[in-house]
């Protein structure tokens, strides 16, 4: 069939290391941002989130940082799994989610 | 564990034909959302629905068109159905009143190769 958007972005990491997703938005009146995963062939799933008022949030091996100055979201995932290999979108909320292009991370040994 | 189901996961139907993705979701969201990505690519949203009655078209156009006649119920049909329509279709809801609106629950999703 016929492709539309763009190949996502892929990040390759060592297992154990540490990575870190980048977002950039570019409207600042979003309050409210979210970071999902999607592993092949499922639908995405809930990570983490981030209210505008906040600048960080931590979940398990998980943290998310906010930089409303330069309209810049990440996703760090402390001691990379295999298991984490999945294509990674940031969301941000507006009447809906407006959904980024997404990352693809690939764990390897 | 969202509570929201797709059928069939994988389709397989020759041009022409009619079809009818189903999206069920039991959690009592009022809003709903399909979306249509093909592999290793962005989603984009086709539909939406704010409630029963309430349809509205998405970001990327679409030939599919979209009921809602039961909260917890969002059939996504396609007319006759051509090999452009090829792709992932991943149905999502989200509710108002709770912690989270806008957080969107997905189903696993409908893979439609149209041959």
């Known amino acids: 069939g016929e492709s539309v958007g763009l190949h996502l972005p892929t990040l390759s990491v060592q297992e154990g290391d540490n990575s870190i997703i980048n977002c950039a938005y570019s409207?600042?009146?979003?309050?409210?941002f979210i970071w999902y995963k999607q592993e092949s062939g499922k639908g995405p799933q809930f990570i983490i989130d981030?209210?505008?008022?906040?600048d960080k949030r931590q979940g398990q091996r998980v943290t998310v940082l906010l930089n409303k100055t330069v309209k810049h979201l990440s996703l760090q995932i402390a001691a990379t799994q295999p298991g984490d290999s999945a294509v990674y979108f940031c969301?941000?909320?507006?009447?809906?989610?407006?959904f980024g292009t997404g990352t693809r991370l690939q764990v390897f040994p | 564990e969202a509570d929201i189901y797709q059928t069939p996961r994988y389709l397989v139907i020759g041009t022409g034909k009619k079809i009818t993705l189903e999206c069920s979701q039991t959690?009592?969201?009022?809003?709903m959302y399909w979306y249509q990505q093909d592999p290793g690519m962005e989603l984009h949203l086709i539909h939406y629905?704010?409630?029963?009655?309430?349809?509205e078209k998405g970001d990327l156009s679409s030939e599919s068109t979209v009921s809602r006649i039961r909260t917890e119920h969002f059939p996504l049909t396609l007319e006759s159905a051509r090999p452009s329509h090829t792709s992932q279709y991943l149905c999502?809801?989200?509710?108002?009143?709770?912690?989270?609106?806008?957080?969107?629950?997905f189903g696993p999703g409908t893979r439609l190769t149209v041959t």
């Open positions: 999502a809801s989200s509710g108002t009143g709770t912690a989270n609106s806008y957080e969107q629950y």
């Open positions: 409207n600042s009146a979003s309050d409210y």
């Open positions: 981030i209210r505008s008022n906040m």
């Open positions: 969301a941000r909320a507006a009447d809906k989610l407006i």
């Open positions: 959690m009592g969201h009022d809003k």
């Open positions: 629905s704010y409630g029963v009655n309430s349809t």
